[in-house]
């Protein structure tokens, strides 16, 4: 599988995603600045988190204008992989390439802590290296990840199989509880119709290596790797 | 000279004490100048002798700090510390105070204070991995304290987390000595190639003089000389002094720093941090014994109309000036471009040893650079030590239940969990956090390298003011016991020096005392300083705070994979305790929220015993004998084995030995220094007990890891789960409470 990471001026988890791309699929990706207007050809593309022009408008807006974005979204209607994490997911938000909006979290504060991910479907090129129904331990760390649509986009993504995780509690079961930002319906992260395009707010990047906490991060970029390869 | 200095306002009395100079002072700029001085000149002459910028009143004592050791590469006076720590790398790293600020603008001088340190270590060529910090906040009960907490908190997390360097730790302590006066102290620590560190000095006389990053403006103007000085009724009138930082813009400075330092084009480099262009020009032109000419009209600036004056003193963030090898300007203009910065050669070096600034075609000032460092004044203010506390007996402490005391511990605001706080920090960016905060220590891994850093920020407030001299030492050899509980072995301190009013002897006293304390602790742990910020004058209408000289720590681990934390991890192993316990009450926790008594002397700490313990525990790690450590501080012995359950949500039975039966409350919360509690393999406790004995160091086994409760035998049980709830739900229902 050949990768590329955008990487803004602002942003600041392309290394996590490099480190995570390289060490579980043993191939390192390209690093694309945020002024190329060109792609290299590769099979998946990562918007990291950061803050990508600083989000002092809404996070990712500017972004999602960018000239690598206009890039990125027409090699993304082609078939391309896009994964969007945390800041990347609110720029394909922004940019149309997946519905809803990601809000202020409900306490209104900033929140870095290990949270459990319930996987909801294992038949995506994302998430074939995990079992459906899994949970994984997986960190948050974000100001702006109150996932929001409305009730009949919802039902419609839920219908189509297009939520691919959602917060949930240790046991598995999604509830308030298991929720840290308020997202409707749980949802941490969705696929676009042809699931070939993820965004997701936690961090699998950050859960690659058993001394940092978790290893849970590790499965989706070899199931990726196994499915683009 | 052809022209002379505009001369423009004349200078008045009044004119002088509003820059917090005083006659004296005046009268030695006049001899300097060998005329009046025009109102710039006294503008630079006031923020580069203000206590901030010339550390008049603490120089003197600051100089008993050792500073030398094996591992030092640059001691104090640069823009941070550095050390070497092997295969080429140095770690840079310095903590400062944004004290006023953040009482003034919570929000933004926290952040400030943030990004003020950063451009300290990445100045000097180094990467920022981990930001730690250390805050002091009112008590809970005053009007202001929830506010602060909440702004200095998201100030903080707003500015570190858009440069995406990881908060990993801190401390917090609230006491009313701070109510008017919080104390914010931020430190960065950066990883850098020991042959590429930057420094100051200029050189080359012609060489291009480089502004790069934001543009000036009004903000932040006479910060310094508001740093020292006293806060009164009126200080919420300062609040356009206060600094208003840009994350983002910072982060666009720090890469294009890097990009550049990667380049052979620097030949010294200097933020602009507290009096912003004046202290940049005067420091790096009188290292290099030159002179330096400004074009003012070639300052970016944000707002027009701005004076000279105001544009020497401007404490506008995101800012650097450089000092460029002509041939290299082209190179440095397209990385700045890249990064879509200003760049602006806004002068040169000299060789007439004068400031010289034009602006609108007239010579705007010219003074000689050297006095304005040399001949700063130093005082040697009178100091008036603290007197001796009588000591407090173990029957201080009320006759109540030890499970009873430790609900009432652990619910209390130091020794509350500050989840609240640190999960407002992201501190895994970088994904290099092995331990993260609410630990002893937390430890970073190193990029491509099995070493990791363990690094803390430590300081007893209330053990200062009661004898400053041991509390000095104390907070020394709790930062090294803290690197040391996690493996690490101590390589070197940063001290941000928090104090009243120097003018005022008992407050002198306490900074000697307090210095001289740290002095000792240095020298018999190996730990010297490298860096530090003196911050006085921390009064509001006349009241100090507490003596507060916080201590930063950088430790090294070989292998971090080795490193232990606090956890309990496993059913059957063995608890022991490590070091001497006598009980000592005075200036406990135990004292202050059992018994209402703030009194007594701190417990003595025996710098030997310190080091013996240490060096033991750290080598059992490095053995991996050790399943857990955790150093015994605030609270004592059964806060800290309450800890290590609530971490590893598991429970423990401990077994008091005969000696704990007379005063079992003091036993199990008295605060004397040099212990830890470690846990280990049941099978292999005999064996360890045995070693320590022969290294000379007290141990007992203590009981052992277990069940959903914590028990001791012969006082009841309680569960963890209970322990968890009240730790964790002080300060979130504190903070909830204000919305």
């Known amino acids: ?229 | 000279m052809t022209q002379s200095a505009v001369a423009g306002t004349s200078i008045t009395p009044n004119i002088v004490a509003e820059h917090g100079l005083t006659a004296d002072e005046y009268q030695l700029i006049l001899k300097i100048m060998g005329r009046a001085p025009n109102l710039t000149e006294l503008g630079i002459f006031s923020v580069m002798w203000s206590e901030h910028c010339s550390y008049k009143s603490s120089r003197r004592w600051l100089k008993r700090l050792p500073t030398e050791g094996p591992v030092v590469i640059q001691g104090p006076g640069e823009n941070a510390g550095v050390i070497d720590i092997g295969d080429g790398q140095a770690v840079v790293f310095k903590m400062e105070s944004h004290n006023h600020p953040s009482f003034i603008e919570p929000y933004q001088g926290a952040a400030t204070g943030v990004g003020g340190i950063m451009r300290d270590v990445f100045t000097m060529g180094a990467r920022p991995i981990a930001n730690l910090n250390a805050l002091r906040f009112g008590s809970p009960d005053d009007p202001k304290t929830r506010h602060l907490i909440a702004g200095v908190v998201a100030g903080i997390g707003g500015y570190g987390n858009c440069m995406g360097v990881p908060t990993v730790g801190g401390e917090v302590n609230f006491h009313s000595s701070y109510n008017g006066n919080i104390l914010v102290n931020a430190m960065t620590v950066g990883l850098a190639q020991a042959d590429r560190i930057f420094y100051s000095k200029a050189a080359g006389v012609g060489n291009p003089v480089i502004y790069v990053g934001a543009k000036t403006g009004r903000d932040g103007i006479h910060g310094a000389t508001m740093a020292s000085a006293e806060f009164n009724e009126d200080s919420e009138e300062k609040r356009p002094t206060v600094q208003v930082g840009d994350p983002f813009t910072e982060k666009l400075l720090l890469e294009a720093c890097l990009e550049l330092m990667a380049t052979d084009a620097i030949v010294s480099i200097q933020d602009m941090g507290a009096a912003g262009l004046t202290s940049s020009s005067v420091e790096m032109s009188s290292k290099g014994g030159l002179g330096i000419e400004f074009d003012l009209d070639k300052v970016p600036v944000r707002e027009t109309g701005m004076t000279a004056y105001e544009i020497m003193l401007s404490e506008s963030q995101e800012r650097m000036l450089m000092v460029l090898k002509p041939e290299a300007m082209e190179k440095a203009r397209a990385i700045f471009e890249k990064w879509e910065l200003d760049f602006a050669e806004i002068g040169r070096l000299t060789d007439t040893g004068r400031l010289v600034l034009k602006k609108d075609g007239k010579i705007q000032a010219d003074m000689p650079v050297e006095p304005l460092v040399s001949e700063a004044p130093v005082y040697d203010r009178p100091t008036a030590a603290t007197p001796a506390k009588a000591p407090v007996a173990a029957s201080a402490l009320p006759a109540i239940e030890p499970l009873a005391a430790l609900k009432t511990l652990l619910a209390c605001p130091d020794l509350a969990s500050k989840r609240w706080i640190w999960e407002q920090y992201d501190y895994l960016v970088m994904g290099r956090t092995l331990q993260r905060p609410g630990g002893d220590a937390a430890v970073v891994r190193l990029p491509d390298s099995a070493k990791g850093l363990a690094l803390a920020t430590d300081c007893t407030p209330r053990y200062c003011f009661a004898d400053p001299k041991m509390g000095g030492a104390q907070a020394v050899a709790e930062s090294w016991r803290n690197l040391t509980a996690v493996g690490a072995t101590p390589l070197a301190i940063t001290d941000n020096m928090n104090f009243g009013n120097p003018q005022r002897p008992e407050i002198m006293g306490q900074f000697a005392g307090c210095v001289e304390g740290m002095r000792e602790a240095c020298l018999a742990l190996d730990y010297p300083v490298v860096s530090g910020n003196v911050s006085l004058y921390n009064e509001t209408n006349g009241k100090g705070i507490l003596p507060t000289p916080a201590i930063g720590g950088v430790g090294l681990l070989k292998d971090a994979s080795r490193s232990v934390s606090l956890s309990f991890k496993s059913e059957g192993d063995a608890i022991l305790l490590l070091g001497e316990t006598k009980g000592h009450v005075g200036q406990s926790i135990a004292l202050r929220e059992l018994a209402g008594r703030e009194d007594g002397p701190p417990p003595p700490v025996d710098l030997a015993a310190e080091r013996r313990h240490g060096d033991f525990v750290r080598a059992l790690i490095a053995e991996g004998k050790l399943t857990a450590c955790h150093d015994l501080s605030d609270g004592g012995l059964l806060v800290a084995v309450a800890e290590m359950a609530m971490a590893g949500r598991v429970g423990a039975s401990l077994e008091l030995p005969g000696e704990a039966k007379a005063a079992p409350l003091a036993w199990l919360f008295g605060e004397d220094q040099g212990r830890y509690l470690v846990t280990c393999a049941g099978a292999e406790a005999e064996a360890l007990l045995a070693r320590a004995q022969k290294a000379g160091v007290p141990a007992l086994r203590l009981g052992r890891v277990g069940g959903p409760a914590l028990t001791v035998a012969g006082h009841g049980s309680i569960s963890v789960a209970e322990l968890t709830r009240i730790n964790e739900g002080w300060l979130p229902g504190y903070m909830g409470a204000a919305s």
């Open chain 1, 1 to 229: 599988m050949k990768s590329a990471v955008i990487v803004f001026p602002g942003s600041n988890r392309e290394g996590d995603a490099w480190q995570a791309l390289a060490e579980v699929t043993g191939s390192a990706p390209q690093l694309v600045w945020h002024r190329d207007s060109e792609l290299p050809k590769v099979d998946l593309v990562v918007v990291p988190g950061g803050f990508s022009y600083g989000d002092y408008l809404r996070c990712g807006a500017i972004a999602a204008h960018s000239p690598i974005m206009r890039e990125v979204k027409a090699r993304a209607a082609k078939g391309m992989a896009v994964l969007g994490i945390c800041n990347g997911f609110q720029i394909l938000t922004e940019a149309g390439m997946l519905p809803g909006a990601l809000l202020r979290n409900a306490a209104l504060k900033f929140i870095c802590r290990n949270i459990h991910l319930k996987v909801e479907t294992s038949q995506t090129i994302f998430t074939g290296g995990y079992e459906q129904g899994q949970v994984l331990s997986v960190p948050v760390a974000h100001h702006d990840g109150n996932y929001h649509a409305d009730a009949a986009t919802l039902d419609r993504l839920e219908q189509s199989g297009r939520i691919a995780f959602r917060y949930c509690e240790p046991t598995g079961a999604v509830t308030p509880a298991g929720n840290p930002n308020g997202s409707a319906r749980n949802i941490a992260g969705i696929f676009n119709e042809t699931k070939t395009v993820l965004g997701l707010m936690p961090h699998p990047e950050n859960a690659i290596d058993k001394l940092l906490g978790s290893v849970d991060g590790r499965g989706l970029f070899r199931g990726l790797a196994e499915a683009l390869s």
